[in-house]
């Protein structure tokens, strides 16, 4: 009988320690803003590819570097309104940074552009926004690599944590996004 106290009580620290690593993520109590990456090392345009599944950092046309991305639900062609699962196809530019996001740091994109809500107008529906390149939803970083095993976005480009603190650290804000099909 004591063997099986000695087991209940074992697990019972295990999740413990696991909940609290999973609520200290999803509260972000540890989470520091990443320095900015020295000027040379810094992009200055993001080429996402989504049919490549692929996001590149670039700099006077020389990649600085490549990360593999999850993209949108339903990730084939241009987002035209709100709930389509889709990622924006088009140039766009980092409105702003966010290091207290729902996901692990995220870089606003500036979709819906002019164009973009003329097109949803005329469809009569709403054009959608809140597009962002970001890391994995907080409490679930420890999924690491593994969310790239599907596309899970509501229309954004998702990375890894550790992904998007090297990509935090190299754009700027009003950084150009080019997003091809």
Not at 43 to 53: F, G, I, M, N, Y
Not at 151 to 178: F, H, K, L, Q
Request: charged residues 20%; contains cysteine; glycine residues 10%.
């Amino acid at each position: 009988m004591r063997m099986w106290t000695s087991i209940g009580a074992v697990l019972g620290l295990i999740i413990l320690a696991a909940s609290a690593v999973v609520v200290a993520d999803a509260l972000q109590l540890f989470r520091t803003e990443p320095a900015p990456a020295p000027e040379p090392e810094r992009a200055d345009v993001v080429l996402v590819e989504k049919a490549a599944r692929r996001l590149t950092l670039l700099r006077d046309g020389r990649v600085l570097a490549t990360y593999p991305v999850s993209l949108g639900f339903t990730p084939t062609g241009h987002k035209q309104r709100e709930g389509d699962g889709r990622t924006p196809e088009g140039r766009y530019r980092v409105e702003y940074k966010n290091p207290a996001s729902v996901a692990h740091l995220s870089l606003k994109v500036s979709y819906p552009e002019a164009a973009d809500r003329a097109a949803a107008a005329a469809g009569g529906y709403e054009p959608g926004g809140d597009i962002m390149i970001h890391g994995i939803m907080n409490g679930f970083g420890w999924l690491g690599s593994l969310h790239r095993l599907t596309d899970w976005t509501s229309g954004c480009v998702g990375v890894s944590n550790a992904e998007m603190d090297s990509i935090y650290a190299r754009v700027d804000v009003d950084t150009p996004i080019e997003i091809r099909p």
